[in-house]
């Protein structure tokens, strides 16, 4: 062997082990870095707060029985944060998935305890055989009452509880024009047009006409792992005008306003992304792309798709969040997908709003690509230190840790469609793990707009798999507490405990010519040469939704200008001489 | 004048060119259709760190300017079968399948498929980086068909389908076995035959002539030797066992035939 090949040999050895040791020393490295830095931390409280939960999974046909754990997986476990008897303090409504079992409605006494009284306010039983099961559940003042009414979302049929107000909810699906068979992954109050009355948009999975629990064929699969286009049809309600108030009744607009997207859709949300006073809407849909409906002054939506760019992904779309992580002033989506070493290196997506209409995905470049088999995720800033931090709960089915299911799934996958669509061809998941035991994450914001996950750092250590996240400042202490709800799993309450020294200002809003929850309105904070926008939502999140509260960290030393507020009416609001470490209730002018 | 001269004489008698024609439209078309690379850039990198470490190793190592069809073919596979939200892995893909055939090398002949082997590579270092091809060309059975009928017209010309046929026949006799021993459905594990990856795994992957054997036994026996090693390595849960297999295969059948050779030389 000549001295040149002898040269290019070592060269090339050194060139591969290098590859080979790059991963594990910079696992090393990190493995190295102390706690404790970074503001804040999570104690897992719920027990001690009165809150003993534990999502059980529904049966299916067992036609089906082979991939029972995967459609059980689907299935969400949800939490969503209202108040419900406007006493000031959050109040918690968890959903649950065996036919039969109960939903629950915990009160918050005074944020040290909480109260469990879904049967006595009517919320529980939910779950009776032939009405399918819960998926979840999101709150507004749809009648505009002052008193936050309940939507139960189902694989079955819609529910919906107006607040009576003196802490019982009446069920009212049928005179509201509801309860059709949905397979609702997701729901979300909005008022589209802006006529000061919430609508709701639901977000479904599987086709309609399929029973899961009684089924006539097992042909009930997509048809495609990356475009496919034959899962369940959204569907757009629109609460109708009775003279100047909202009637309380809904119809079934979707098709006319183009939006009755036929993806295999987890989650929706929808803000105002291009400053033009509507509310868009984004649809995050399982294998295929997902879809952004921008909504042209409430008359009709166009769909924006951009070549390699948003609504062109092939990827498992499974939550929606809106932040504005680069305190630019525009908010920008989260969405979570599915990474596995080995198998699937999709990562969740950032679409980084750039302005005039255009996204651009940005989360592997800042670190917010890889949370294992991403869930819900909401932005909220955990430390309180003036930039939004996410919040991402992940891990799909935790079995038998010694065996797992995506090779099984991978080889299958990669055939024609004929063979996929077929539930009864897929392998066994039997006890089998997939993608099991992952902990959450914890993406910290550097204030650079770059994110790194301090999870376990921080006390986020469970295992359990996590499906919806909720926000809520339980304690009223000026933190973002952060609920969890797991896939037959535990209720967890992360109360979260951050550097006093670090500020806060929190916006409780009430439109009056507007919704009465303000749904959609937007608070602009100015302070430190800075400014960030937050959205008040209606939804959005897999299975979770936070508490209807708007929460700037500060910092340290903060020096405040002021918030701009835009309500979902149009109506503009300058709020100044602002303090931190305070509560503002406003009223819409 | 020289160069085209080659480039005319290439594509008259060198079957690579009709390969790289096909795998471009391949490309072409699949990217127009269903936009199925990761990005344009990744491809481009894919392609230009080939042909530049070619390039570069020829005339260092050969002291002449290579014919750049063989990189690109390379640089085309690296950038279809490497899936991965970075740059980098395209580069160093490349790098490591043009350098391997200077690097390991029996009597001036290289071992190991270019591409598999970055591909190889990659997969068995960074995992949490880089996934192969698989079903990311959606599940219409058009695409597979496209791809099928592709191939099917270019090895038909390499005369190279003896390993097709005996490939394809020992993956369907094992996936009946594998199907016996585990319980999975027979369906499930035929799956990948009718998968878009599976056809250029087939026809442009493990009939590349550097590395498989010229005799239509030696073919034969390579065919089934990389179905039987796959099927082992399925039945250990190996989700890249096609290219694995073929990883392991293709060394042996170079040496096994260049030591052959060697042995008839010398009687």
Request: hydrophobic share 40%.
């Amino acid at each position: 062997m000549s001295r040149k090949r002898l040269i290019l040999l070592v060269l090339f050895s050194a060139f591969v082990l290098s590859l080979f040791a790059a991963p594990r020393v910079t696992s090393w490295i990190h493995q190295g870095d102390p706690g404790g830095q970074y503001g804040f931390h999570f104690e897992e409280s719920a027990h001690s707060l009165g809150i003993d939960f534990i999502h059980e999974g529904s049966s299916f046909d067992p036609k089906i029985g082979n991939i029972t754990p995967w459609i059980q997986g689907m299935g969400g476990a949800s939490v969503t944060v209202c108040d419900f008897n406007n006493d000031g303090w959050p109040d918690i409504y968890v959903t649950n998935g065996r036919i039969g079992s109960m939903n629950r409605l915990y009160m918050n006494r005074g944020g040290k305890q909480f109260e469990e009284v879904a049967q006595k306010a009517g919320v529980a039983d939910v779950n009776r055989a032939g009405t399918g099961m819960s998926t979840g559940a999101t709150c507004a003042d749809y009648n505009n009452d002052g008193y936050e009414d309940l939507l139960v979302y189902k694989w079955g049929n819609l529910e919906l509880f107006r607040n009576n107000g003196n802490g019982t909810f009446t069920r009212v699906t049928h005179e509201a024009g509801l309860g059709e068979w949905i397979y609702a992954s997701d729901a979300i109050w909005w008022d589209f047009n802006r006529d000061g009355c919430l609508d709701i948009y639901v977000g479904a999975y599987w086709r309609a006409e399929h029973n899961l629990w009684h089924l006539d064929t097992t042909r009930i699969m997509q048809d495609d792992f990356d475009v496919s286009r034959n899962g369940g049809r959204n569907k757009l309600y629109e609460q109708m005008k009775s003279g100047d108030r909202c009637s309380g009744t809904f119809k079934e607009v979707s098709q006319q306003y183009g939006v009755d997207d036929p993806g295999w859709t987890l989650a929706v949300g929808a803000a105002d992304l291009n400053g033009k006073g509507f509310p868009d809407l984004y649809v995050a849909n399982d294998y295929g792309p997902d879809s952004l409906f921008l909504n042209i002054d409430g008359s009709h939506f166009k769909k924006l798709t951009e070549r390699h760019g948003i609504g062109d992904d092939t990827k498992k779309g499974m939550n929606v969040a809106f932040g504005d992580f680069k305190n630019s002033g525009r908010l920008s989506i989260y969405v979570t997908n599915i990474t596995e070493s080995g198998y699937l290196v999709e990562g969740n997506m950032l679409w980084e709003n750039l302005g005039n209409g255009r996204f651009r995905d940005v989360a592997w470049s800042v670190g917010a690509a890889d949370c294992g088999w991403g869930w819900g995720a909401v932005f909220g800033d955990l430390n309180n230190d003036g930039y939004l931090d996410v919040y991402c709960a992940n891990g799909m089915v935790s079995g038998n840790p010694k065996t797992e299911y995506w090779y099984d799934l991978f080889t299958m996958s990669v055939g024609i469609n004929l063979i996929l669509e077929d539930a009864a061809t897929w392998p066994s998941m039997d006890s089998k793990s997939w993608s099991g035991y992952q902990r959450s994450c914890v993406f910290l914001n550097d204030g650079r707009g770059r994110f790194r996950d301090v999870a376990e750092k921080v006390g986020a250590t469970d295992l359990y798999d996590g499906r919806g996240v909720a926000f809520a400042d339980l304690d009223r202490d000026g933190t973002l507490d952060v609920i969890v709800a797991n896939n037959k799993g535990p209720l967890l309450v992360y109360l979260n405990r951050v550097d006093p020294s670090r500020k806060w200002i929190q916006f409780r809003l009430r439109g009056t010519k507007s919704n009465r929850s303000a749904i959609g309105a937007q608070v602009t904070l100015h302070w430190n040469n800075q400014m960030q926008v937050q959205v008040l939502d209606g939804g959005g999140g897999y299975s979770g939704h936070s508490e209807k509260l708007i929460h700037f960290g500060l910092g340290e030393n903060p020096k405040l200008d002021h918030a701009e507020i835009r309500w979902p009416s149009g109506k503009m609001q300058v709020l100044r001489q602002l303090e931190p470490n305070k509560l503002y209730a406003v009223e819409e002018p | 004048m020289e160069v085209r001269e080659t480039l005319i004489d290439g594509l008259r008698h060198d079957p690579r060119y009709l390969v790289a024609g096909f795998l471009t439209l391949i490309l072409i078309v699949g990217q127009a259709w269903l936009g199925f690379l990761e990005s344009l850039e990744q491809f481009a990198i894919a392609v230009v760190f080939s042909m530049a470490t070619e390039i570069a190793l020829s005339r260092i190592y050969r002291r002449e300017w290579p014919n750049p069809i063989s990189s690109y073919m390379t640089g085309v596979s690296v950038g279809i079968l490497v899936r991965s939200p970075y740059w980098w892995p395209y580069a160093v893909g490349s790098v490591l399948a043009i350098s391997q055939k200077y690097a390991i090398q029996l009597r001036e002949r290289h071992l190991f498929n270019p591409s598999n082997f970055g591909l190889c590579i990659l997969l068995a270092a960074v995992p949490a980086t880089v996934a192969a091809l698989s079903k990311q060309w959606t599940n219409m059975p058009g695409v597979m068909l496209f791809i099928f009928l592709l191939g099917f017209v270019v090895i038909s010309r390499l005369r190279r389908l003896d390993i097709v046929f005996t490939y394809v026949l020992g993956f369907i006799l094992l996936s009946l076995v594998r199907s016996t021993i585990t319980g999975v459905p027979i369906l499930a594990e035929l799956s990948p035959v009718s998968g878009p990856a599976f056809q250029l795994f087939i026809f442009f992957m493990i009939t590349d002539p550097q590395t498989s054997p010229s005799t239509r036994r030696g073919r034969v026996s390579y065919a089934m030797a990389i179905a039987v090693i796959e099927a082992l390595l399925r039945l250990a849960r190996n989700q890249n066992a096609p290219f694995f297999a073929l990883f392991v295969v293709s060394p042996i059948a170079v040496i096994w035939e260049t030591l052959r050779d060697r042995s008839r030389n010398k009687t």
